[in-house]
């Protein structure tokens, strides 16, 4: 069983869909466990206002003023942070709001296109007898059909060449006297001997074969290149003869009364590749911003860090942790309890610097889930794959396979590997850019990921705890 594009295209939009919502409510859990790692600090400082009471009261005030002028700025960094999450939250969501445009905006023009593409296929069923009988077109059609061949003979031969090129070439590499002689520069003009050691050398490249080896280990390194410009060039002819197959096509399709769908569905193409290039800005800004609420769901806020460090400052103070000492060691009545108040604060701090650390590890791992899902779908929408005409023989990549990408038992670039290795069309004259509506368009060059990315966070998110 095969799937259409669109229906691929769908499957990881709703796995995309699925990863926002656990970062939402994972970012939500995070900005609570926040607050209340500040919370639970600022219970030990009044186990420490109870424990007072075993000072004189001059000393005993002026500890109780100290720990409330800290614990005073609780409250309103709290509310401070509560705020600033919240705009997080509301920035984020205009961003959502403006991509679900986009993508109806988009999913409205494939369709109205299907539509025309429909009207159009029609007419060009009436119009090809004409082309039976252009000589022009018959031999512009064979030398597309055959340049079209030689590329894509040219383009696996590349492909292999590049997958062979670090097995051919690791003997060289791991050979001490070859690597010797070669990292000298030997053979070259900018070797460079100096008395015994230039005969030493000589003697060396001598008994090695050293000559010959230098020459396969070039051709080794440069065959590679060398087979990817002659495959370029290849489809660059393959893109031109298709042109002109094409042009032949347009003006038949035209007489036959086509002109007015063809110019429809270019119009199309051209709004759907503006939709694609907005929708790559939008989730680069949907991308720093929830980072930016990640850092603050992490506890990332200015007043809120101060008020923190403000209450840890407090709280190791040698006085007041003297007091606990004594708490401890010369209990008098309700001591122990108090003592022990301040032991299981201790304890749900460090369960919530924990849970934190949880959180911040599965943020990171959804980010980088769903960055993988934006790449593979850039790939397909710039190779027009997500068209009604695109088929992908291998439904398992639609479920099966893509959960183990989710799980991170597969990496993003194999994944892509296999879904484009799957894909085929289900008529002819199909493919390229621009929502797969160019008509006889080679597809861009390249089998890799290749959507531009900034580098990501370096793991430098870190709790308040």
């Known amino acids: 069983m095969s799937l259409p594009g669109p229906e691929v295209l769908r499957a990881l939009d709703e796995a995309i869909r699925d990863i926002r919502r656990e970062e939402d409510e994972i970012a939500k859990r995070s900005s609570r466990g926040a607050e209340l790692l500040i919370k639970l600090h600022a219970q030990q400082a009044s186990v420490y206002r109870q424990l007072g009471r075993r000072l004189e009261p001059a000393l005993r005030d002026a500890q109780a003023k100290s720990i409330t002028e800290v614990t005073n700025t609780i409250g309103s ?22 991509i679900a445009r986009a993508n109806a905006d988009r999913t409205a023009l494939q369709t109205e296109a299907a539509r025309r593409d429909g009207e159009l296929n029609s007419l060009t069923a009436k119009a090809r007898p004409t082309l039976g009988n252009n000589a022009e077109y018959a031999a512009r059609l064979a030398t597309a059909r055959e340049l079209a061949a030689m590329a894509a003979a040219a ?38 001997p100096r008395g015994m050691t230039g005969w030493f050398d000589a003697q060396l490249a001598a008994f090695t074969d050293y000559g010959r ?8 390194n440069e065959l590679p290149a060398r087979l990817r410009q002659h495959a370029e060039a290849l489809q660059e002819q393959a893109r031109a003869a298709d042109a002109g197959v094409a042009a032949l096509e347009n003006v038949a399709v035209d007489t036959a009364g086509g002109r007015s769908a063809r110019e429809a569905i270019e119009t199309m193409v051209g709004q759907i590749d503006a939709l694609d290039k907005k929708n790559v800005v939008l989730q680069d800004r949907r991308d720093e911003a929830i980072q930016s609420r990640s850092d603050l769901a992490q506890g990332h806020d200015a007043g809120l860090t101060a008020a923190l460090a403000g209450l840890q400052a407090l709280l190791s103070r040698d006085d007041l942790r003297t007091l606990l000492r004594q708490a401890r060691t010369t209990p008098g009545e309700q001591d122990l309890s108090i003592a022990q108040q301040f032991d299981d604060l201790a304890q749900r701090v460090k369960d919530s610097a924990d849970e934190a650390r949880e959180y911040r590890s599965r943020l990171e791992i959804l980010m980088v889930r769903r960055r993988d899902l934006e790449d593979i779908q850039y790939e397909i929408k710039l190779r027009g794959l997500d068209n009604p005409q695109s088929r992908f023989a291998e439904d398992g990549l639609a479920d099966s396979e893509l959960n183990d990408l989710l799980r991170g038992e597969t990496p993003a670039d194999l994944y892509w590997r296999r ?26 060059s390249g089998t890799g990921l290749s959507r531009p990315r900034g580098t990501p966070p370096a793991g430098g998110l870190t709790s308040a705890a």
């Open 77 to 98: 960094a709290i509310a401070r942070y509560d705020a600033a999450f919240a705009d997080a939250e509301a920035r984020l969501q205009q961003i959502e709001a403006e």
């Open 155 to 192: 383009a696996d031969k590349a492909r292999l060449a590049d997958a062979e090129h670090q097995r051919n070439s690791q003997p060289y590499r791991d050979d001490p006297l070859f690597t010797y002689l070669r990292d000298r520069a030997y053979g070259t003009a900018r070797y460079a």
């Open 213 to 220: 080896a230098q020459v396969n280990f070039a051709l080794i």
């Open 419 to 444: 879904l484009r290795g799957s894909q085929s069309w289900a008529a002819p004259g199909y493919g390229g850019p621009g929502g797969g509506w160019g008509r006889r368009t080679s597809s861009p």
